[in-house]
């Protein structure tokens, strides 16, 4: 666990080994219960190294970091295409009372949905592709963010408007009574598991490396960045994103915050990363007709 960053990426190993590591904590209690029952204090002892370094590691997440108060309210959620139930799902995040609301995953039947149930509590919203912001706050500046999900010498050959229709990024600037807020919205490539090639991971890398790119490029000091992002904050494809902004969950909130999936939630892949602003508070919201679970965090100034 303590050199998982050293295992060789060959076929995403380390890249599934990073994703998974706070379960390697679960053969723990299990080999300890093999060491008690061949009576081996050697071996009992012997495990206290690997609980020491899994405490060290994930230890302080199991420790609730929630605070009073609190000046926004952000949410992410990667609504599902096959959502049988948008109308329900919007209003349920609608109830959140957030005042920043990320969509992903959007497909054209609907969006209309999503755009009829949130319009009233969300006077303001911008839609890129397939990821969308609603605001209780005015939105400027909006632009897509190239991921660079098309990559290879088929990529000069998309139509521009069949690229901005699968667009899977954006990014605006809120307005409020502190000055403008930087936010981003990103749903990264997905990943995928092959008999012979192993854990593919390489769209949603070069998202990640475009991604921590642009964002450290921003000179504005306030900045979030919401969405689903394929991968844990452990995951050495993010190092680019970590260097600059860190999680909601990590600083203020309670246990892991799994999201994915959400009848069984086993990782956070659905994040809030903030710079310049002060997390609060950080939880997952009741499930939806979605695969995956809304998050939402508590910002200050």
Same mark, same amino acid.
């Given at each position: 666990?303590?050199?998982?960053?050293?295992?060789?990426?060959?076929?995403?190993?380390?890249?599934?080994?990073?994703?998974?590591?706070?379960?390697?904590?679960?053969?723990?209690? *299990?080999?300890? @219960?093999? #060491?008690?029952? =061949?009576?081996?204090? &050697?071996?009992? !002892? +012997?495990? %206290?190294?690997?609980?020491? $370094?899994?405490?060290?590691?994930?230890?302080?997440?199991?420790?609730?970091?929630?605070?009073?108060?609190?000046?926004?309210?952000?949410?992410?959620?990667?609504?599902?295409?096959?959502?049988?139930?948008?109308?329900?799902?919007?209003?349920?995040?609608?109830?959140?009372?957030?005042?920043?609301?990320?969509?992903?995953?959007?497909?054209?039947?609907?969006?209309?949905?999503?755009?009829?149930?949130?319009?009233?509590?969300?006077?303001?919203?911008?839609?890129?592709?397939?990821?969308?912001?609603?605001?209780?706050?005015?939105?400027?500046?909006?632009?897509?963010?190239?991921?660079?999900?098309?990559?290879?010498?088929?990529?000069?050959?998309?139509?521009?408007?069949?690229?901005?229709?699968?667009?899977?990024? *954006?990014?605006? @600037?809120? #307005?409020?009574? =502190?000055?403008?807020? &930087?936010?981003? !919205? +990103?749903? %990264?490539?997905?990943?995928? $598991?092959?008999?012979?090639?192993?854990?593919?991971?390489?769209?949603?890398?070069?998202?990640?490396?475009?991604?921590?790119?642009?964002?450290?490029?921003?000179?504005?000091?306030?900045?979030?960045?919401?969405?689903?992002?394929?991968?844990?904050?452990?995951?050495?494809?993010?190092?680019?994103?970590?260097?600059?902004?860190?999680?909601?969950?990590?600083?203020?909130?309670?246990?892991?915050?799994?999201?994915?999936?959400?009848?069984?939630?086993?990782?956070?892949?659905?994040?809030?990363?903030?710079?310049?602003?002060?997390?609060?508070?950080?939880?997952?919201?009741?499930?939806?007709?979605?695969?995956?679970?809304?998050?939402?965090?508590?910002?200050?100034?």
């Amino acid at each position: 666990m303590l050199l998982h960053a050293q295992i060789t990426d060959r076929g995403g190993l380390g890249n599934l080994v990073d994703t998974t590591l706070p379960w390697f904590g679960v053969l723990i209690p *299990l080999l300890l @219960t093999g #060491a008690l029952w =061949r009576r081996s204090a &050697v071996a009992a !002892v +012997a495990l %206290l190294l690997p609980a020491g $370094v899994w405490l060290a590691l994930f230890g302080g997440l199991l420790v609730d970091k929630s605070q009073p108060g609190g000046d926004l309210t952000v949410v992410t959620h990667n609504v599902g295409a096959a959502n049988p139930d948008p109308a329900g799902t919007a209003r349920a995040l609608a109830a959140s009372g957030a005042h920043l609301l990320a969509l992903e995953e959007l497909t054209p039947q609907a969006r209309p949905v999503y755009e009829k149930e949130l319009a009233e509590a969300y006077p303001h919203h911008t839609v890129r592709g397939t990821v969308g912001l609603w605001s209780r706050l005015p939105l400027a500046d909006t632009r897509p963010v190239d991921l660079e999900t098309n990559a290879g010498p088929l990529a000069d050959t998309i139509p521009a408007a069949a690229e901005l229709a699968e667009n899977r990024a *954006l990014r605006t @600037t809120v #307005a409020t009574d =502190r000055g403008p807020l &930087v936010v981003y !919205v +990103a749903h %990264l490539g997905s990943v995928r $598991v092959f008999p012979r090639n192993g854990f593919w991971t390489d769209s949603r890398d070069r998202g990640a490396r475009a991604l921590a790119k642009a964002v450290a490029a921003e000179e504005n000091e306030r900045l979030i960045l919401l969405g689903d992002l394929n991968g844990t904050t452990d995951d050495r494809a993010f190092t680019g994103l970590t260097a600059h902004l860190r999680s909601a969950q990590e600083a203020a909130g309670e246990g892991f915050g799994f999201s994915y999936p959400a009848a069984f939630p086993m990782v956070r892949i659905d994040q809030v990363l903030v710079r310049g602003v002060q997390p609060r508070r950080s939880w997952v919201l009741p499930a939806t007709g979605s695969d995956h679970l809304p998050v939402a965090a508590g910002i200050s100034w």
